[in-house]
C-alpha cells in the first residue's frame, strides 16, 4: 500500500515509517520539521519504498495514497505552548486538510488524538467514555482543546461524508528518537541524570503517569489501522502507573548518576494522575503492550547515551 504518514520525522512518526517500509509497503512522510528532524529519518533516504515531502498540513495537499496516519503537531508542552495559535491551526485546519484528502481519496484515516482529551481527570482510570476535564481557556487548551475538536472533525467527516476513519488516544509515550530538548519529563531526566545535571521534578513530584514504550504504541496504531468495522477512539498506552518522584529515582538508579533531585514550580494545568484502561484496546484489538519498562527505559538510556557521546 502507499501509506502517508504526517508528522512522520517526529519521534513516534519516524518509528511508525521504520515499521510500515519494514513490512513492504510505500511510505510517503510529510513534515515541516518543527519539531521533527531529518535525523530521526535519515536511515530510510535511500530507501526507494520511501518519500518525504516538506509541508506544513494547515495548507492543503493533493496525494494520491491509501492509508494516512495523521500524526503532524507538537506534541511536548514546551514546543505546543511556543506558538500556541500555530498549535490549534495544526490540529483544525490541518486535520479539516487531511480529512479533505481521505474523503477524496478515499483512504482510510487514523488520528493521532492524546490522553489530553481528559484533562486533568477526575475518574481514575480513563476509560474512552470518561468525556474529561479541560480547562478550555489554559495555557495547555491550545494542544487538548485543538485534538479536541479534531476528533469531533473526525467523526463528523465520518457521519456526513462516510470517511473511514480510526481515533487512538495515545498516552505518554517514550523511546528513542524523543528530541534531546522538548522538556518531556522522560528526554529530561534522562538527559540530566546522564549529564550529572540536577534532575527537575516539578510540583512535589506526586503527580501520576504511565509511560509505554514507542514500539507498543506502533504496534497498537497498526492494529487500529488495520481493524474493519471500528472507528475507536481507543485509549493506547502502558497502565503501570508511577509518580514523577519515583520515576526521577528509577532514572538515577538506571544511569548510576550522582545528579540530584531538585524542585521547581509545577506547570499550571498539569494533570495530577493519568492512567489508561485499555480494555477496549485488549478486546477490539487484542492488544497490550509487552515490553517492560526497564527495557524501554534502557533502549532510550542507551540512545540518549549515544547522542551524549557523539556531544550533540
Ligand atoms: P513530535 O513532536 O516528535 O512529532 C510531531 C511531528 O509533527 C514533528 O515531526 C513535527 O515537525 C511535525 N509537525 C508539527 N506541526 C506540523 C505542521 N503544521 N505541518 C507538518 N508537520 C508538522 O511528537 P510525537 O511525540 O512524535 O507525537 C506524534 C503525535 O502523537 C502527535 O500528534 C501527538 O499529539 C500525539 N501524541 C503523542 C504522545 C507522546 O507521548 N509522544 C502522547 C499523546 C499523543
Ligand atoms: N515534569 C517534571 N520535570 C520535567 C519535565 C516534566 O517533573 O523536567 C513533569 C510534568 O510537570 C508532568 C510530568 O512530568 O507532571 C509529565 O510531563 P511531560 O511534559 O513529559 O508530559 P505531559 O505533562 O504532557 O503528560
Not at 54 to 77: F, G, K, M, N
Not at 241 to 256: D, K, N, P, Q, S
Not at 281 to 294: F, N, S
Amino acid at each position: 500500500m502507499r501509506i502517508l504518514v504526517t508528522g512522520g520525522a517526529g519521534f513516534i512518526g519516524s518509528h511508525l515509517c521504520e515499521r510500515l517500509l519494514g513490512e513492504g509497503h510505500e511510505v510517503l512522510c510529510l513534515d515541516n520539521f518543527f519539531t521533527g528532524s531529518k535525523r530521526n529519518i535519515a536511515q530510510f533516504a535511500e530507501n526507494p519504498q520511501f518519500e518525504l515531502v516538506r509541508h506544513d498540513i494547515t495548507e492543503p495537499i493533493l496525494l494520491e495514497v491509501d492509508q494516512i496516519y495523521h500524526l503532524a503537531c507538537p506534541a511536548s508542552p514546551v514546543h505546543y505552548q511556543y506558538n500556541p495559535v500555530k498549535t490549534i491551526k495544526t490540529s483544525v485546519m490541518g486535520t479539516i486538510n487531511m480529512l479533505g484528502l481521505a474523503k477524496r481519496v478515499r483512504a482510510r484515516i487514523l488520528l493521532a488524538s492524546t490522553s489530553e482529551v481528559y484533562g486533568d481527570p477526575q475518574v481514575h482510570p480513563q476509560p474512552e467514555t470518561y468525556w474529561g476535564n479541560v480547562n478550555p481557556i489554559g495555557i495547555r487548551s491550545c494542544y487538548d482543546e485543538g485534538k479536541r475538536v479534531a476528533e469531533t472533525l473526525m467523526m463528523d467527516y465520518h457521519r456526513q461524508n462516510g470517511v473511514d476513519i480510526r481515533i487512538v488516544r495515545i498516552f505518554n509515550t517514550y523511546g528513542p528518537r524523543m528530541a534531546e530538548h522538548d522538556g518531556r519529563v522522560v528526554s529530561n531526566f534522562i538527559v540530566q541524570a546522564l549529564k550529572g545535571e540536577d534532575i527537575t521534578v516539578y510540583g512535589d513530584g506526586s503527580q501520576t503517569r504511565s509511560f509505554c514504550y514507542v514500539d507498543d504504541l506502533v504496534d497498537g496504531l497498526i492494529r487500529l489501522m488495520a481493524c474493519d468495522g471500528f472507528t475507536g477512539p481507543v485509549n493506547i498506552g502502558n497502565p503501570t502507573e508511577t509518580t514523577i518522584l519515583e520515576f526521577a529515582r528509577r532514572i538515577i538508579e538506571l544511569t548510576g548518576s550522582t545528579s540530584r533531585i531538585i524542585y521547581k514550580p509545577l506547570p499550571s494545568d498539569d494533570p495530577k494522575q493519568r492512567q489508561p484502561d485499555i480494555t477496549m484496546a485488549r478486546t477490539k484489538l487484542q492488544w497490550e503492550p509487552r515490553i517492560p519498562i526497564d527495557t524501554g527505559l534502557g533502549r532510550t538510556v542507551e540512545y540518549f547515551a549515544g547522542l551524549t557521546a557523539a556531544g550533540s
